[in-house]
């Protein structure tokens, strides 16, 4: 279908202000932080957010905020979520309402992690902080009054990239057993030459130079690209991974590497849903002030979380 028409008229606004200097990484963080919080909609109500302060395996304190959709005596299922931005832009706060959104939506707690960002914390520490929560998640969880067997794993964009990261790791490490993963837009390939960069690559919010850019910031050197864990789909063997739902935006440069994992999930034996965001772009996860198309999101991940999780409603 076409460019949704609110998210056109936006990225031709953008364009016609956008100023060439480049910023230094505080002043490109504020303006980022602020410019996804004007995209947001009202604030989605949940029945309770909390902060834990735990320490990753460095001793570095690490933030995780939980939001939680409902009050119920019985153990609730989560979703350990990383936010994205690149690796080196965005925060657990600028997420506040989209994480409020998709626990309201998929009846999941969502923690979200505050992980440390590139290029003060390159690869593979902002991996190594979600994987670490992810771990204090399984081991806390009947003290968060937590299912330990319906905890899944969820990110978007880059942090689709880190939750898929921590899949393979998990895997790999006999790590906790990890119920399902939700994949919002993931980088997953530091390649970009895929079919829609080609399409999609300048003009839609979202760029191959942006996406460069983030890649050099994340990484300090550039063989890193080719590990598994920095580009998922580029991991030898995908067996033995949890289920899948994976979420793309019709007019994104990464939409053909989610659409490539998807498969490739599926061919190695592991149950992968593949949705598209009709209309959408990179980023939509912020759009509900900007379009109400863009509850899509929320209404897809809603509805596969529930299934995959086994939860009514």
């Excluded at 834990?52 to 350990?80: K, N």
């Excluded at 968060?144 to 942090?159: E, I």
Aim: glycine share 10%; aromatic share 8%; net charge negative.
């Amino acid at each position: 279908m076409p460019l949704d028409s609110k998210i056109q008229h936006w990225l031709e606004q953008a364009a016609a202000g956008e100023a060439g200097a480049p910023m230094d990484m505080a002043r490109l963080r504020a303006d980022t932080d602020a410019g996804l919080r004007q995209q947001h909609g009202p604030l989605a109500r949940v029945a309770r957010v909390e902060v834990f302060q735990l320490r990753a395996r460095d001793g570095h304190p690490l933030r995780v905020i939980g939001y939680w959709p409902e009050a119920r005596a019985a153990a609730q299922p989560a979703l350990v979520f990383a936010h994205g931005g690149g690796w080196c832009l965005g925060s657990a706060e600028v997420y506040d309402n989209p994480c409020r959104a998709l626990a309201q939506a998929t009846g999941c707690v969502v923690l979200s992690v505050d992980y440390r960002l590139a290029p003060e914390h390159c690869y593979p520490v902002p991996l190594h902080d979600v994987y670490d929560a992810l771990c204090w998640a399984f081991e806390n969880a009947q003290a968060l009054g937590l299912d330990p067997k319906r905890l899944g794993v969820a990110g978007d964009s880059a942090g689709g990239n880190l939750a898929a990261a921590a899949c393979l790791l998990a895997r790999d490490l006999a790590g906790p057993a990890i119920a399902h993963q939700l994949l919002i837009y993931p980088a997953l390939s530091h390649q970009m030459d895929s079919a829609s960069y080609q399409a999609y690559g300048d003009g839609y919010y979202l760029t191959r130079e942006l996406m460069r850019f983030c890649f050099d910031t994340y990484l300090s050197e550039e063989a890193e690209g080719a590990l598994p864990y920095v580009s998922p789909l580029l991991a030898p063997s995908l067996a033995g991974l949890p289920s899948a739902t994976i979420l793309t935006a019709e007019f994104d440069p990464l939409r053909s590497e989610a659409e490539d994992y998807a498969a490739r999930l599926n061919a190695a034996g592991v149950a992968a849903t593949l949705r598209q965001l009709d209309g959408m772009v990179h980023g939509c996860i912020h759009m509900l002030g900007l379009t109400p198309a863009a509850g899509a999101l929320f209404d897809i991940a809603g509805g596969q979380l529930r299934k995959a999780l086994g939860l009514s409603g």
